[in-house]
């Protein structure tokens, strides 16, 4: 099993970048599919984006296109969430997610395995 732990989150004013990172434990990491999601206040939890288990497939949301960049380190056990030009309506806990197997999932119930979540703030 599993365990997920992220990092790098804070408070940015608009325009302005972050990088998280998800770093795993407990698992051979390139057994595992992951993704990145968030959850504003009130909100359902949303897919980000996602990632294949050899970084090769990526998938992402419409409203961070061409803004964040989710890649990963299968030597470092660890996934990462670049995340550039930042809005206010980023604001969220992000969340990492992890599956066992192979196709990129973009569903929050697809995922078994998931961190505490880390808080972005983005001010205006």
């Known amino acids: 099993q599993v365990q997920l732990v992220e990092s790098g989150g804070g408070l940015v004013q608009a325009g302005g970048s972050l990088r998280l990172s998800c770093a795993a434990s407990?698992?051979?990491?390139?057994?595992?599919?992951m993704g990145w999601f968030r959850q504003a206040p009130g909100k359902e939890r949303d897919i980000v984006a996602a990632i294949s288990r050899s970084g090769a497939t990526t998938y992402y949301a419409d409203s961070v296109k061409g803004r964040f960049t989710i890649s990963r380190d299968n030597a470092k056990n660890t996934m990462y969430l670049q995340m550039n030009s930042l809005k206010p309506e980023d604001t969220a806990v992000y969340y990492c997610?992890?599956?066992?197997?192979?196709?990129?999932?973009?569903?929050?119930?697809?995922?078994?395995?998931w961190g505490q979540g880390t808080q972005v703030t983005v001010s205006s």
């Open positions: 407990g698992g051979t990491f390139t057994n595992y599919r």
């Open positions: 997610a992890a599956d066992y197997g192979i196709v990129v999932l973009t569903r929050t119930r697809e995922y078994d395995y």
